[in-house]
């Protein structure tokens, strides 16, 4: 059994930057890909960004390439997800994932186990 626990998050104004952190229990973290995905309210949840588990892959939605940045010490069973000139639209519960397997996709259905959620809100 796989535990995430997530960290970070909070209120920040537009242009702040933000560290959300996520932690795993269990062995399976260094041999798994990592994402993070987030849901807006009433919107459905959207991809963020994904590492493959050796931490040398990484793939970003298009709209935040350049913005955010994930990675992962494996040593210390935790990823990240770097946000930086933060917008209002960024607003939203953001979420840690493992996915089922060591190579980054996009689908929440390929991943397994998922962190309790983080709210992060960006005044204009």
């Known amino acids: 059994q796989v535990q995430l626990v997530q960290s970070g998050g909070g209120l920040v104004q537009a242009g702040d930057s933000l560290r959300l952190s996520c932690a795993a229990s269990?062995?399976?973290?260094?041999?798994?890909?990592m994402g993070w995905f987030r849901q807006a309210p009433g919107k459905e949840r959207e991809f963020v960004a994904a590492?493959?588990?050796?931490?040398?892959?990484?793939y970003y939605a298009a709209s935040l390439k350049g913005r955010f940045t994930i990675s992962r010490d494996n040593a210390k069973n935790t990823a990240y997800l770097q946000m930086n000139s933060l917008k209002p639209e960024d607003t939203a519960v953001y979420y840690c994932?493992?996915?089922?397997?060591?190579?980054?996709?996009?689908?929440?259905?390929?991943?397994?186990?998922w962190g309790q959620g983080t709210q992060v809100t960006v005044s204009p």
């Open positions: 994932a493992l996915d089922r397997s060591a190579v980054v996709t996009t689908d929440p259905k390929n991943y397994d186990y």
């Open positions: 269990g062995r399976t973290f260094s041999s798994r890909a």
């Open positions: 590492i493959s588990q050796s931490g040398v892959h990484a």
